[in-house]
Nanobody, 124 residues
Framework: VQLVESGGGLAQAGGSLRLSCAAS????????ICWFRQAPGKEREGVSC???????YYADSVKGRFTLSSDGAKNTVYLQMNSLKPEDTAVYYC???????????????????WGQGTQVTVSS
C-alpha cells in the first residue's frame, strides 16, 4: 500500500490550495481515507475524512472552508482548502484505515497506512 500526497506549498491568507492523495494497493472507495495535519509542537489532528458509509468528517476548525472529494477512477482523494488561515500551516498527511469512531472522531491509532506528508504554509 502506498499513499502519495501532493499539492502543498505556500499560500497567502485567504488563498486556496488543493491537496491530492493518490493511493495504490488499496481502493479509496473501500477504506476510510483521512487527512491529518501536524503543526510544529502540536499533536497530529484529523482534518477531514471519508469512508464507504455515508458522511464526511470535518474538524470544526475547517468546516465551511475545506472540502473533501474522491475520484474512484483515479483512486485519489482530494482536499480543497479555501479561505486559508495562517493557523492552517502544518504538514498534511493522508492516511487509510478501516474506519474511525463517530463519537471520538478520527485518531492516529485508527489508521494503518500513511503518506509521507506535504507541507502547507499560509502567510499572513
Amino acid at each position: 500500500v502506498q499513499l502519495v500526497e501532493s499539492g502543498g506549498g505556500l499560500a497567502q491568507a485567504g488563498g486556496s490550495l488543493r491537496l491530492s492523495c493518490a493511493a495504490s494497493g488499496l481502493s479509496v472507495g473501500d477504506w476510510a481515507i483521512c487527512w491529518f495535519r501536524q503543526a510544529p509542537g502540536k499533536e497530529r489532528e484529523g482534518v477531514s475524512c471519508t469512508e464507504p458509509r455515508p458522511g464526511t468528517y470535518y474538524a470544526d476548525s475547517v468546516k465551511g472552508r475545506f472540502t473533501l472529494s474522491s475520484d474512484g477512477a483515479k483512486n485519489t482523494v482530494y482536499l480543497q482548502m479555501n479561505s486559508l488561515k495562517p493557523e492552517d500551516t502544518a504538514v498534511y498527511y493522508c492516511a487509510a484505515g478501516p474506519g474511525w469512531d463517530q463519537l471520538q472522531g478520527p485518531r492516529v491509532v485508527d489508521f494503518n497506512y500513511w503518506g509521507q506528508g506535504t507541507q502547507v504554509t499560509v502567510s499572513s
